[in-house]
């Protein structure tokens, strides 16, 4: 069963805006991992939890990119908090300085909860296959010619 580990040094040389969070003190190396547990929970790291392939020794590792993705935008929404920065910027001008946020209003909001980052964008254009439903035939017996 393959099952994605979180490597700390490799996620942080991935993403350099977080190992600058981390080395400015922003986060530390237990509040890295503790979001990547909690996307890992979520989502599921191995073969029974998770939609998304793993299999590294033949070049697929969409599951893991996408766990330290959804990392990396949780730990960026984060960031922002600490800011003072409520969502993603809406507009902004400079003369008397003056900038506005956008905020998330509903569940139709999903796709533009990932957009506020660029992780998060990442993420939603891989896994938007995944996304997609399937046929839905009404009919007690289906027949493909009719």
């Not at 890992?40 to 790291?45: L, V």
């Not at 029974?48 to 893991?64: A, F, H, M, Q, V």
């Not at 902004?92 to 900038?99: E, L, R």
Request: aromatic share 14%; proline share 3%.
């Amino acid at each position: 069963m393959s099952s994605v580990t979180f490597d700390y040094d490799e996620f942080i040389a991935r993403f350099v805006h977080i190992g600058q969070a981390v080395a400015e003190g922003k986060l530390t190396e237990a509040s890295v991992t503790a979001a990547y547990d909690s996307i890992a929970s979520w989502q599921g790291a191995d073969d029974d939890n998770s939609i998304y392939p793993y299999d590294p020794e033949n070049g697929i590792t969409l599951r893991k990119d996408v766990l330290y993705l959804m990392t990396c935008h949780v730990l960026t929404l984060q960031l922002w908090a600490g800011s003072g920065q409520s969502g993603r910027i809406a507009s902004a001008s400079q003369g008397s300085i003056s900038t506005s946020f956008d905020l998330l209003k509903s569940n139709k909001d999903i796709p533009n909860y990932w957009f506020q980052t660029p992780c998060g964008q990442q993420f939603w254009i891989m896994t938007a296959g995944y996304r997609k439903g399937g046929k839905f035939y009404g009919v007690r017996h289906y027949h493909p010619w009719g």
